[in-house]
């Protein structure tokens, strides 16, 4: 069985930090890159960050403005997503995704996504 577990998320207020963990449930993804998506209701999943298991450094969507950092552990076998300066508009449900591609941006060069958790931000 492929499966992402995402977890981490919860109700924070405005300025508040939150960290979100993905744990694949196998060891296949090593030539893979590893993704965060989020997805605001009525919308389309839109693109947070990437990184590559070995050899790529994370990159981001340009709106996020560097509040949100994305890391990796390869002993661990668990991808995270720093989210710092949380605003209100940054409410969604964020899913976890693994993509064949070298550099996935868009939902459709996903291959795989987790269940999604909901981070919600109050103010």
């Known amino acids: 069985q492929v499966q992402l577990v995402e977890s981490g998320g919860g109700l924070v207020q405005a300025g508040d930090s939150l960290r979100l963990s993905c744990l694949p449930s196998?060891?296949?993804?090593?030539?893979?890159?590893m993704a965060w998506f989020r997805q605001f209701p009525e919308k389309e999943r839109e693109f947070v960050a990437a990184?590559?298991?070995?050899?790529?450094?994370?990159y981001y969507a340009d709106s996020l403005q560097g509040r949100f950092t994305m890391s990796r552990d390869n002993a661990e076998n668990t991808v995270y997503l720093q989210m710092s300066s949380l605003k209100p508009e940054d409410t969604a449900v964020y899913y976890c995704a693994a993509s064949i591609q070298i550099r996935p941006t868009t939902s459709t060069d996903i291959d795989y996504w987790g269940q999604g958790t909901q981070v919600t931000v109050s103010s």
């Open positions: 196998t060891h296949t993804f090593t030539s893979y890159s």
């Open positions: 990184i590559r298991w070995v050899g790529g450094s994370p």
